[in-house]
């Protein structure tokens, strides 16, 4: 067998070089396309969590004006309340008041009557009298 020549050998060598950058190109060409198809991957799984929180924030911002503006109406309307109760107090203390007074007009027109009474049966006795 007849050895092989030194430029047989070399082209043996390039060709083998040559099939290795196919390979290392190909290989690297698989390696980018993963890692960007894991890139995207992540990064839509991240942006779902990050759209999910902003969704829940928008919905408690919402819910917190809403929750604002319900109790400011409650206030207004507990100081409504109140405005009537006091009112309410003050007059059930004017009719309190109203029944005092009928109670001692009362008390005194028993008293005129009596004493008109008095003053009558005075008089007829008197006339009887004459």
Do not use: C
């Not at 109760?85 to 007009?105: C, I, P, Q, R, Y």
Request: hydrophobic share 30%.
């Amino acid at each position: 067998m007849a050895e092989p020549s030194l430029a047989q050998l070399l082209k043996s060598h390039q060709q083998q070089q040559s099939e290795r950058k196919r390979e290392n190109e190909q290989l690297r060409k698989e390696a980018v396309a993963t890692v960007n198809e894991l890139t995207d991957s992540l990064n839509d799984h991240l942006n779902e969590g990050v759209s999910e929180v902003f969704l829940r924030q928008k919905e408690l911002e919402q819910a917190s004006r809403k929750l604002s503006t319900q109790t400011t109406k409650y206030t207004k309307q507990t100081k409504q309340w109140l405005t009537l109760v006091d009112e309410f107090n003050t007059a059930l203390k004017e009719l309190g008041d109203v029944k005092n007074w009928a109670s001692v007009m009362e008390n005194d027109m028993r008293t005129i009557m009596t004493t008109l009474e008095f003053v009558h049966q005075g008089d007829s006795s008197q006339q009887q009298q004459q």
